[in-house]
């Protein structure tokens, strides 16, 4: 099955599923919304107060509120809704393959491909690729248990067993660049080792707004949730993890900067919240204000330049260009370098005209 472009594939209706409990004499009065979550696997508690909300909680036949305290007696009925399992589909998508031994393959991802299956990207992902480019042709299901779907949008799948080959790590739906998959789950240990120990070579290659004074930086700067989108991410005083990006100025541009980035941590969307939330968001960055003229926008002559460019980019200008790690086999240190892709050699032709 192949449904790159069907939304109703990549997010089919979720699965209802009825709760019911009798409270017995034993039971002390306790709030609805936390003994539903103490007692229902994988519900939050505001995934419990969003139900009640929804009038989805009953107590003895009645809609409730999640103060509301239950007493010996009570019939409890909550109605939840979860995704249906997520199936792993081989598809026969073409793959830009960098280098391919026994024990892993190294892959070129083009802008638009997610790396690996998720409630709404169930098909057309690096994953669905790599499995029927190694001969799988049956598919496999893997149950959802994420609470939200923000967990699925971070893939709790990505660490399920049931994924092999194993992606080690991951690029942004937009990001081009190399990405290392592992053949089977020794190497995948191997390698995910190297990642988490910050041992592997990666550098990425950005245009971002504005201008540099240094030549050479380092941003560090704890990254958690937004608070105004969960889906995504900006830098927090209070939690968050801690996230460090060193970059080199390679070329400055009239109100853009070419930079050369290496990551000392690995977050979610680092790159692009780092830079953005220093006033140098990414070029055509949606999710983190780079598709929007940051600088320069009162010169009619570089405006148009600058329109020009966000037309044709369509996205973030972020490449990871430079992947290298110790080969699991040989313990010897392999290193790649990709092309920058059209758009990105597009837009810096145009900057150059």
């Not at 070579?201 to 050479?216: E, I, N, P, S």
């Amino acid at each position: 099955m192949t449904s790159l472009d069907n939304e109703k594939d990549n997010y089919p209706e979720y699965i209802e599923k009825v709760f019911r409990f009798h409270i017995t004499s034993g039971q002390t009065p306790e709030r609805i919304d936390i003994f539903l979550a103490n007692n229902i696997r994988n519900a939050t508690r505001t995934k419990v107060q969003k139900a009640i909300e929804e009038g989805f909680v009953l107590i003895d036949g009645k809609k409730t509120k999640p103060n509301k305290k239950i007493l010996p007696g009570n019939l409890v009925e909550c109605k939840l809704y979860k995704p249906p399992p997520i199936e792993l589909v081989p598809e026969n998508i073409h793959l830009d393959i960098a280098f391919e031994d026994n024990f892993l393959i190294v892959v070129n991802k083009p802008a638009g491909m997610v790396t690996h299956p998720a409630f709404g990207n169930r098909y057309g992902t690096l994953v669905n690729a790599v499995l029927y480019h190694l001969g799988f042709r049956e598919s496999v299901q893997i149950e959802v248990n994420a609470d939200d779907d923000e967990s699925l949008d971070e893939g709790l799948i990505f660490d399920s067993d049931a994924i092999r080959p194993g992606v080690v790590h991951r690029l942004d739906k937009d990001t081009t660049g190399l990405l290392v998959v592992s053949k089977n789950p020794v190497v995948h240990a191997f390698l995910a080792d190297q990642f988490f120990n910050r041992t592997v070579t990666r550098f990425y290659y950005a245009l971002v707004w504005g201008k540099f004074d240094d030549d050479h930086g380092v941003i560090e700067g704890n990254i958690g949730r937004s608070p105004r989108d969960r889906k995504l991410f900006t830098i927090v005083k209070k939690d968050g993890k801690p996230a460090k990006t060193e970059y080199w100025v390679l070329n400055r541009y009239e109100n853009m900067t070419l930079l050369k980035i290496k990551l000392w941590t690995g977050r979610t969307h680092q790159i692009r919240v780092h830079f953005s939330c220093h006033n140098h968001p990414v070029v055509g960055d949606v999710s983190y204000g780079g598709n929007v003229i940051k600088y320069g926008g009162q010169n009619k002559q570089f405006y148009t330049k600058a329109q020009n460019i966000l037309d044709q980019a369509k996205r973030q200008m972020l490449h990871a260009k430079v992947l290298g790690f110790k080969h699991p086999s040989t313990k010897e240190e392999i290193i790649f370098e990709s092309e920058l892709p059209e758009d990105f050699n597009n837009t810096l032709k145009i900057i150059n005209l």
